[in-house]
Nanobody
Framework: QVRLVESGGGLVQAGGSLRLSCAAS????????MGWYRQAPGEQRELVAA???????SYVDAVKGRFTISRDYAKITVYLQMNSLKPEDTAVYYC??????????????WGQGTQVTVSS
């Protein structure tokens, strides 16, 4: 069974920083893309940042220049460094990874979510 476990959320003032971590465990033969999504109350879940197996990154315009996604291949962990946080960044943040475990194809796995709250 594959699991993604997130950590690092919390309450921070506007302008502050947080670092989210997401560690994958279980039977993992290959990890393809990894990413961070967020969902604010009443809103749809949106992709915030993604990183390919080769290390290429992409970001939603709202976080460009403030957030940085990275991954540690040895620890099977993806990080999201969030700087200059704004109240509109408040949301539940979810980790996602496309993983080849048992079974014929890669499957998208999700973490349980971690709350990020930015006060003004």
């Amino acid at each position: 069974q594959v699991r993604l476990v997130e950590s690092g959320g919390g309450l921070v003032q506007a302008g502050g920083s947080l670092r989210l971590s997401c560690a994958a465990s279980g039977v993992i033969f290959r990890i393809n893309d990894m990413g961070w999504y967020r969902q604010a109350p009443g809103e749809q879940r949106e992709l915030v940042a993604a990183i390919t197996s080769g290390g290429n990154t992409s970001y939603v315009d709202a976080v460009k220049g403030r957030f940085t996604i990275s991954r540690d291949y040895a620890k099977i962990t993806v990080y999201l460094q969030m700087n200059s946080l704004k109240p509109e960044d408040t949301a539940v943040y979810y980790c996602n990874a496309r993983i080849k475990s048992w079974g014929p194809v890669e499957v998208d796995y999700w973490g349980q979510g971690t709350q990020v709250t930015v006060s003004s």
